[in-house]
C-alpha cells in the first residue's frame, strides 16, 4: 500500500522505533485507495513506501500500524499518544443533530456528493473507526450500498437538509411562542388587556431580545441557571399547590389503560389532540437547546432529577385543577396560580422564555455554522461571543432574517394553538430526521444487533409519524407559513449544495496537467519573484486552473507557491497540531506545495492572517525535515544540479518589503552562510555573492539547508495572497431549470456570501485577485 509523504517533523530515527512498539489499528481500505500518491506529485518528488503484502488492496478492512504525517512528529508525538484525552473530550461533549449525524456517516462512508475526500482525512486522530465485530459483514455491506448508490447520496443530503431547515424554521416558531405565551399571561391578571397589546408588547420583547443577542451568552450565564433552577421549582411547587387544594386523583392516569378508554369515548377528537400532547414533551427542550456546553452526564441528570420531576408535578397540578375549573382551560397555567405568587411567577416566567428563545436562537446560528462548514449553506460573517465557549457565535445576518420571520409569524398567528401546532410541525420533522440518521448511525458504525436497530425504528419513527400526521391536520389553519419557511431554507441549502458541487467537478475536470508544468519548466515560463505566495482554491487534488490564469494575467510570480485549500473535514474539531496536511507539488526545483487546512465543522477560526501564515511557514519546515529524514532512511537522496550564478544581469526587483534583487541571480544558490541575505545590488546592477567553502555536511543535510533558507528568504521577502474567484454559468444548451438555478439563484447567494478568506482579515496590500468564470 502507497502513502504519501505528509509530515514534517521530527529529527532522528527515535521515532520510527516507538512506532514499532505501537499497536497496530483496524482501519477501512478501499481498492481506489491503494495508491494514495497525489496525482499532481512527479515521480522525483514523492516519497514512497510500498506494503509488502500483495493482497492488501483486496482487503476491504486492514490492520495496520499507525500511521505517521506531518502532524504526528510535530510534538515527536503519534495519534496514540495523545489520542486519548481528545477523544474523551468529543465523547463527552453533546454533538447531536442532523448534521452531525450526517458527518459521522460520512466520515465512515463515501456518500458525500462533494468529491473532496482523501484517504489522509482518516488519519486525524478524532476519525478513527471500530475494530471488527461479529456485526461487521453487514456494516460493509451496508457502506459498498451507500457509496455505489447516487441515489442513496442523494436521498441521505435530502433529508439532512429538512432536518436542517426544520431546526431553522424551529429558530423562529420559539422565540415566538415562548415570548407570547409568558406575556399572555398578563390577561390574567389584568382582565382589561387585549389579546392586540398582548402582541404588541411580544414584539417590543422580541426586537430587544434579537438586539442583545450580539452580546452572547456569557456575560448572562450567571443568571441563566439560578433563573431556569428557580422556574422549575415554580411549576412544581405550584404543581403540588393544586394536586393539594384541587385533586389527587390524577394520578390515575399513569394507568395506560386510560389511553385506550381516551381514544375510545373521543375517536377524531382524541387523534387531534395527539398535537397538543407533544408539546408536553418538547416544549422543555427549547432551554437546553445548545447543549454542547454540557457534559452527556450532566444533561442526563439534570433532566431525570430536575426537569422531568417538574414538568410531571406541573402538568399534574393543572390537570387537578381543570377537574374542578373547566373555565379556565385556555389559561390553564396562569390561572392554577395561587394569587399572592402570581406576579413573581409571571416575571419568572417571562425570563424564562427569554432564555429559552436566547437558547434557541445561538442554536439556529450553530446549526447554520455547522451546514457552512459541510458546504451545504451559504458562508456568512460568524461573530464568536466568548472567549472560553467555542460554540458561543452570533450571525448577524441570520439574527435579524429569524427577528423579522418572528415577527410576522406572531402579527399574522396570534393563537397560541396554531402556534403549537406549528411548532410541532417543526419538532417532529427534526425528530423524524434524526430518526432515521440514528437507525443508520446504529447499523452502519455501531454495529448493533439488527433486531434492537429495527425494534428501535419501528417504535420510535412509527409513533412520531401518528403525532406528525396530527399536527399535519392543522395546517390549514396557518401553521403553513412554517413550511413555507422550511421550504425557503430547504431550497437555500440545495441551491447552494448543488452550485458548489458543479463548480467543484469543472475544476477537477480542467485542472493543469503535469505535463504542461513540465513543458513550462521550474521558471513556470514567466519570472520567479522573490516571496511567498499563497493560492487559495478548493481543491485537494490537482493544479487548479486558475493557476493558469495567473501565469498568463501577471508578469510574474512568487519564487515559491503554495496552494491552500481550506477544508472542512466531517469532525467535530480538528486538533491544532493536525491542521495542516502538506504535499509538494512538481519536482523539487519547482518549488510548489500543496497545503490543505483542515478544521471541524465546530472549530473556531479565529487565526488571523499574520498567525495563520506563521503555523502554515513552520508546519511547511517541519514537513521537508521530515522529508529529508524519510528519504535519508531510504536512501534516496535526489542530487540537485544548481545552476551557475550569472552576475552580468543589470534587471532588478524590489520585493515587497523593500529589498532589491538581481533577476540574474538563482534563487536556491549555495551560500557559506544561509543567514546573510542576497546584497544590495551597485549602480551596475551586479549582485555580490559571497563564495561557498568546502561544507562537512552531507548532500542530504546541505540540500535541506539550502532549501531551508531559501524558504526563509522567501518569506522575508513578503507573503501575498492570491485568490481566484471562479464563477459558474450554465451552458446555452442547459435545461431552462439549471440556467434558472445556477445564473441567478446560485449566482445570487455566491455574490452575497462572506468569501472564505474573509475570516483571516488579511489587508488589501497583501491581496491579489483574478477572476475566471467556468460553464457547466
Not at 729 to 738: E, G, L, N, P, V
Request: hydrophobic share 45%.
Amino acid at each position: 500500500m502507497a502513502e504519501e509523504t505528509h509530515g514534517a517533523a521530527g529529527s532522528g530515527s527515535g521515532i520510527y522505533g516507538r512506532l514499532a512498539s505501537m499497536d497496530s489499528r483496524w482501519v477501512y481500505q478501499d481498492e481506489d485507495d491503494a495508491s494514495a500518491i497525489d496525482d499532481d506529485v512527479d515521480d522525483d518528488a514523492a516519497y514512497r513506501i510500498e506494503s509488502d503484502d500483495d493482497d492488501a488492496a483486496d482487503q476491504r478492512l486492514i490492520r495496520t500500524g499507525p500511521r505517521v504525517d506531518s502532524f504526528d512528529v510535530e510534538a515527536l508525538e503519534v495519534p496514540g499518544a495523545h489520542r486519548n484525552d481528545y477523544e474523551v473530550h468529543c465523547v463527552e461533549k453533546c454533538y447531536c443533530g442532523t448534521f452531525a449525524l450526517y458527518s459521522l456517516i460520512c466520515r465512515n462512508a463515501k456518500v458525500s456528493l462533494l468529491p473532496n475526500q482523501l484517504p489522509s482525512d482518516a488519519r486525524i486522530s478524532s476519525f478513527r473507526l471500530k475494530v471488527p465485530s461479529p456485526e461487521l459483514e453487514r456494516s460493509l455491506k451496508i457502506k459498498e450500498r451507500l457509496e455505489s448508490s447516487l441515489t442513496l447520496k442523494k436521498l441521505l443530503l435530502m433529508l439532512v437538509l429538512a432536518g436542517t431547515s426544520m431546526v431553522i424554521a424551529d429558530g423562529v416558531v420559539t422565540p415566538a411562542m415562548s415570548v407570547l405565551s409568558a406575556v399572555a399571561g398578563l390577561k390574567v391578571g389584568v382582565t382589561a388587556i387585549e389579546q392586540d397589546l398582548v402582541v404588541m408588547i411580544s414584539v417590543a420583547f422580541l426586537v430587544i431580545l434579537f438586539s442583545v443577542q450580539k452580546f452572547g451568552t456569557s456575560k448572562v450565564g450567571l443568571a441563566v441557571g439560578p433563573a431556569l433552577f428557580i422556574w422549575f421549582c415554580c411549576l412544581a411547587g405550584v404543581g403540588i399547590y393544586n394536586l393539594v387544594k384541587y385533586d389527587a386523583s390524577v394520578f390515575r392516569a399513569f394507568n395506560p389503560v386510560h389511553i385506550y378508554y381516551f381514544f375510545k369515548r373521543n375517536s377524531t377528537k382524541a387523534w387531534y389532540a395527539l398535537g397538543g400532547c407533544i408539546l408536553c414533551a418538547t416544549g422543555s427542550e427549547a432551554m437546553f437547546a445548545d447543549l454542547c456546553y454540557f457534559s452527556v452526564h450532566s444533561v442526563q441528570l439534570t433532566f431525570v432529577f430536575l426537569v422531568m420531576p417538574c414538568l410531571l408535578l406541573g402538568y399534574l397540578g393543572q390537570a387537578a385543577y381543570l377537574m374542578k375549573n373547566l373555565s379556565g382551560a385556555e389559561q390553564v397555567f396562569f390561572s392554577s396560580i395561587p394569587r399572592g405568587a402570581f406576579w413573581p411567577i409571571l416575571i419568572i416566567a417571562n425570563v424564562a422564555a427569554l432564555i429559552a428563545s436566547r437558547a434557541m436562537t445561538t442554536a439556529t446560528f450553530s446549526c447554520i455554522k455547522q451546514s457552512t462548514a459541510l458546504g451545504c449553506f451559504p458562508r456568512l460573517k460568524i461573530v464568536h461571543t466568548s472567549r472560553k465557549f467555542m460554540g458561543q457565535i452570533y450571525i448577524p445576518v441570520m439574527n435579524w432574517f429569524l427577528l423579522v420571520m418572528c415577527l410576522v409569524f406572531v402579527c399574522s398567528i396570534s393563537s397560541i394553538t396554531e402556534m403549537g401546532n406549528a411548532y410541532g410541525i417543526a419538532e417532529l420533522g427534526v425528530m423524524m430526521m434524526t430518526t432515521v440518521f440514528v437507525t443508520i448511525v446504529m447499523l452502519l458504525i455501531w454495529q448493533i444487533n439488527v433486531v434492537i436497530v429495527l425494534s428501535f425504528f419501528i417504535f420510535f419513527l412509527g409513533m412520531e409519524l401518528t403525532f406528525f400526521s396530527s399536527v399535519l391536520s392543522s395546517v390549514r389553519d396557518g401553521s403553513w407559513i412554517i413550511l413555507v419557511f422550511a421550504l425557503i431554507m430547504f431550497l437555500i441549502m440545495f441551491i447552494w449544495n448543488y452550485g458548489s458541487k458543479l463548480k467543484y467537478e469543472t475544476e477537477v475536470k480542467q485542472k493543469l496537467s503535469m505535463d504542461l508544468m513540465r513543458e513550462l519548466g521550474p521558471n513556470l515560463g514567466t519570472i520567479r519573484a522573490p516571496g511567498i505566495g499563497l493560492l487559495y482554491n478548493e481543491l485537494v487534488k490537482g493544479i487548479p486552473a486558475i493557476f493558469g490564469h495567473f501565469l498568463t494575467t501577471l508578469p510574474a510570480v512568487h519564487s515559491m507557491i503554495i496552494f491552500v485549500c481550506i477544508k472542512y473535514v466531517p469532525v467535530p474539531v480538528v486538533p491544532q497540531s493536525e491542521r495542516f496536511l502538506f504535499r509538494r507539488v512538481c519536482p523539487k526545483g519547482y518549488h510548489i506545495f500543496r497545503c490543505i487546512a483542515r478544521y471541524g465543522y465546530k472549530d473556531v477560526r479565529k487565526e488571523n492572517h499574520q498567525t495563520f501564515q506563521q503555523l502554515l511557514i513552520e508546519s511547511l519546515e517541519k514537513f521537508i525535515r521530515r522529508e529529508a529524514l524519510e528519504r535519508s532512511l531510504e536512501s534516496d537522496v535526489d542530487d540537485d544540479s544548481d545552476s551557475e550564478v550569472d552576475t552580468s544581469c543589470s534587471r532588478l526587483l524590489i520585493a515587497p518589503n523593500g529589498s532589491f534583487y538581481s533577476l540574474g541571480v538563482p534563487l536556491l544558490a549555495e551560500y557559506k552562510d544561509t543567514a546573510n541575505p542576497i546584497s544590495e545590488a551597485s549602480s551596475s546592477g551586479e549582485v555580490k555573492v559571497e563564495p561557498s567553502t568546502e561544507s562537512t555536511t552531507s548532500d542530504t543535510e546541505q540540500s535541506l539547508e539550502r532549501e531551508l533558507s531559501f524558504i526563509r528568504r522567501a518569506k522575508e521577502s513578503g507573503v501575498v495572497y492570491l485568490l481566484g474567484h471562479g464563477d459558474i454559468r450554465a451552458r446555452k444548451d442547459s435545461w431552462f431549470i439549471k440556467k434558472l438555478v445556477i445564473n441567478y439563484f446560485y449566482a445570487f447567494l455566491r455574490k452575497n456570501c462572506r468569501r472564505g478568506v474573509a475570516n483571516l482579515s488579511v489587508p488589501h496590500s497583501h491581496l491579489m485577485q483574478v477572476g475566471m468564470t467556468y460553464m457547466v
